[in-house]
């Protein structure tokens, strides 16, 4: 009987432990390196505990942003909440900024508050502990001077960048820009007698300088230039192919049909004798086709 009153009375002990009525646990306050900051700096500090469902922040008792002191100010204040597995999470981050300019390594500290949390109708506060830093001067106390007056440091000058390559990457960039610039005018239409075959024009001057008596290297010359422009020996037979790949000459296809018949009864009918039309018929073919060459037509 004595042994059961025992664990009664421990467990009764333990049900009114402080560890499970402490309004907040788990507190931590962390703040950056205590020294190393010059005027203008920015401090950031961030604060986390826990507590219960039951209680909560009065988040218009935080600081609020804007001056502290003469050289402290708080730019930011954000406070979050979670839930956790012992209530909810509270987290609040602190974002102070200084300006004050000391002129020897000073001590400051940023001061503490309360933390407000309300609970019913009970109020619960948890403290902030103040924080001190050291502030180091932006110079030397002791100011230096030459014989043009106060000493000072230039700012130090920026690497110079390597540039022996630059001429050649610049000559390189306008002939690639050059280079495309031609080939959209080419693509647009531009140029469109840049990059033709001129076939028809030389086969016209040298049939102006023939007589009827050469009709065979008249007729040589057209036949020439036919089988250049389709890059074979062109057929009476193969005319209609001609025209899909060809069809700007398609109009020509009278002219080009006599040429052929004529060619055949010149070159394989024994006998038959050129005359002065035959060879004006000739130059007038090969001067079609050197208008259509030269987008005339």
């Known amino acids: 009987m004595s042994f059961m009153r025992l664990l009664l009375l421990i467990l009764f002990l333990t049900g009114c432990s402080a560890s499970n009525t402490e309004p ?5 306050f962390d703040a950056p390196r205590p020294f190393g900051y010059v005027l ?6 961030h604060i986390s ?6 209680i909560s922040l009065q988040t218009n008792r935080l600081p609020a942003a804007g001056p502290i002191n003469r050289w402290l100010n708080l730019n930011q204040i954000t406070h979050q909440q979670h839930a956790s597995n012992d209530g909810v999470r509270h987290e609040v981050t602190l974002r102070y900024q200084v300006f004050y300019a000391p002129l020897e390594v000073k001590l400051l500290t940023i001061p503490g508050f309360n933390i407000a949390l309300q609970q019913n109708s009970k109020a619960i506060n948890q403290d902030v502990p103040a924080w ?7 110079r030397e106390l002791s100011v230096r001077k030459t014989a043009a007056g106060e000493y000072k440091r230039p700012d130090a000058m920026p690497l110079l960048l390597q540039n022996r390559f630059a001429p ?6 306008l002939i ?7 080939y959209l005018a080419s693509l647009y239409g531009l140029l469109p007698h840049w990059f033709k ?16 008596n050469e009709m065979d290297k008249a007729l040589g010359l057209v036949h020439q230039a036919l089988n250049t422009l389709n890059q074979q020996p062109l057929f009476h037979s193969q005319l209609s192919n001609f025209y899909r790949h060809h069809p700007a000459y398609q109009p020509l296809h009278a002219q080009l049909d006599w040429f052929f018949n004529y060619s055949n009864r010149y070159f394989f009918t024994q006998g038959m004798i050129a005359v002065a039309i035959d060879l004006e018929k000739l130059q007038a073919l090969c001067l079609q086709a050197q208008k259509i060459e030269q987008g005339r037509l």
């Not at 907040?24 to 931590?28: I, L």
């Not at 505990?49 to 039951?54: H, I, N, V």
């Not at 050649?168 to 960039?173: E, G, K, M, V």
């Not at 075959?197 to 009827?212: E, R, Y």
């Open 176 to 182: 690639s820009a050059l280079a495309i610039g031609v």
């Open 49 to 54: 505990f826990e507590a219960d469902d039951s």
């Open 168 to 173: 050649y990457r610049l000559i390189a960039c």
């Open 132 to 138: 001190a830093f050291n502030m180091s001067p932006l």
């Open 24 to 28: 907040v646990r788990n507190f931590t």
């Open 40 to 45: 203008g700096d920015e401090i950031t500090q």
């Open 197 to 212: 075959k001129i076939i028809f024009k030389p086969a016209a001057q040298q049939l102006g300088k023939l007589s009827k």
